[in-house]
Structures are given as structure tokens and as C-alpha cells.
């Protein structure tokens, strides 16, 4: 089964331009989640997605992020201007139902986008 | 608010030795997670502990939960180097997950 994938790898970009980021979930996966993970932290949860519908942005800094699921599947995040400290590696996840799920739920994470703002 | 709290940040172990790693989370929570990240990698899913008293094993690392008192261990049984990474615990309570900041273990010889 092929795990979740992320492009590009690697970025980087001066302050006050744009960058987008790209994630292909696991196959059937309903929920989707991007997460921005600053160096010696752990992650945090930015936007969370139910097949194409937003569930949870509550940390999503709606100023300069924004994010989209157009057909339930891929989704991409993208950063407009980006900061300084929005350095960080930015990571999808994925999982078949989601958090709202009475089952027990893992997140598959992909390999993450590490961004570098000058 | 959910409060998520992991020590040691750091930890230096010699191989062969134990030791535990706590998870510490300020509400009750419906599911507990265990992670590992290498360097440069992303994060793969070690347990998932759902119950009080709930514990799991694989290999050298087991995991357990004590509800009542909001901690999760990770109990290390004579580390080799292959060990060395971050552990994250994440915590889920009618929210998204949480995670800690993270163990940065170290196994030497």
C-alpha cells in the first residue's frame, strides 16, 4: 500500500513570497490533515479535512494560510507572504475515518516539506 | 485546553540499559499515541492505547496508560543504537491530537 506523499521535499523562499505544498493521501483515506512541525517540537495540527469539507482550522492562521481539498482526495496548503518563522517542516497525515471515529484510528504521516524562509 | 507534556526532552542511554520515557496530559483523554520520528523522517505510528491499564509491546519498547493519573510510559528494555530517535506521545480528547515536544533518545555503546 503506498503511504501518503508530499511534494515538493524541500523549500526555499524569501520572506514576503509565496510557496505551496502538495499531498496525495493513502488511498480511501476520508480524513486529511497538514501539520506544521517547528524544529524541536512536536506537530501542530493546522487544518483538518473530512473528504473535502473543513472540519478543524481553529490554528490555521487564516491571514497568510490557506488550504484546499477540491475532489476529496489530494490537497494542497499554501503560504501567502510567508514569515520568517514560518520555517518549519510542514507535515500531511492521513486516516481512513478520522478523529470523530468510534474505532481505533492511526495517522499514516507522509515524509513532510521542509520549508526555509530568508 | 489540552496540555501535553513528555520528559526527559533528552536522553542519553548507554546500550543495554533501561529506561522510561512519561507522557503527562492535563485532561482525560479518549486515545493515546506513541510515535517515532528519525531524523529527517516523518513520524510512524509505535501503539495506540485506548483503555486504563491498557499496555502493548513490541520488541524492546511497551507502552502502557494509567488514566487516572493522565500518564503514559514508554519503557525502554536494553536499548541498541537502532533505538536512537524522537518518541512523541499524542493525545486525542473530542479534539484532533496533541502532541508532546518530544524525547530525543540517544543509545550509545
Known amino acids: 500500500e503506498a503511504g501518503v506523499a508530499q511534494s515538493p521535499r524541500y523549500k526555499i523562499i524569501e520572506k514576503r513570497q509565496s510557496v505551496a505544498f502538495w499531498c496525495n493521501p493513502i488511498?480511501?483515506?476520508?480524513?486529511l490533515y497538514w501539520y506544521q512541525q517547528i524544529l524541536g517540537q512536536g506537530p501542530k495540527l493546522l487544518i483538518q479535512f473530512q473528504n473535502n469539507g473543513v472540519v478543524d482550522d481553529s490554528q490555521l492562521p487564516k491571514d497568510r494560510f490557506s488550504a484546499e481539498r477540491l475532489k476529496g482526495v489530494d490537497s494542497t496548503l499554501k503560504i501567502q507572504p510567508a514569515k520568517l518563522e514560518d520555517s518549519a517542516v510542514y507535515l500531511c497525515a492521513s486516516s481512513l475515518h478520522g478523529w470523530l471515529a468510534e474505532m481505533q484510528e492511526t495517522q499514516y504521516f507522509g515524509p513532510g516539506t521542509r520549508l526555509l524562509v530568508l | 485546553e489540552l496540555k501535553v507534556e513528555q520528559n526527559p526532552l533528552f536522553l542519553s542511554m548507554q546500550e543495554g540499559k533501561n529506561y522510561t520515557i512519561y507522557c503527562n496530559y492535563s485532561t482525560t483523554s479518549d486515545r493515546l499515541y506513541w510515535y517515532r520520528q528519525d531524523p529527517g523522517k516523518s513520524l510512524e505510528s509505535l501503539f495506540v492505547?485506548?483503555?486504563?491499564?491498557a499496555v502493548k509491546q513490541e520488541g524492546r519498547l511497551m507502552a502502557s496508560l494509567d488514566t487516572k493519573a493522565r500518564l503514559s510510559t514508554l519503557h525502554i528494555t536494553a536499548a541498541v543504537h537502532d533505538l536512537s530517535a524522537t518518541y512523541f506521545c499524542a493525545v486525542e480528547r473530542n479534539t484532533p491530537l496533541v502532541f508532546g515536544k518530544g524525547t530525543r533518545l540517544s543509545v550509545i555503546a
Open positions: 488511498s480511501g483515506h476520508a480524513t
Open positions: 492505547l485506548l483503555s486504563n491499564g
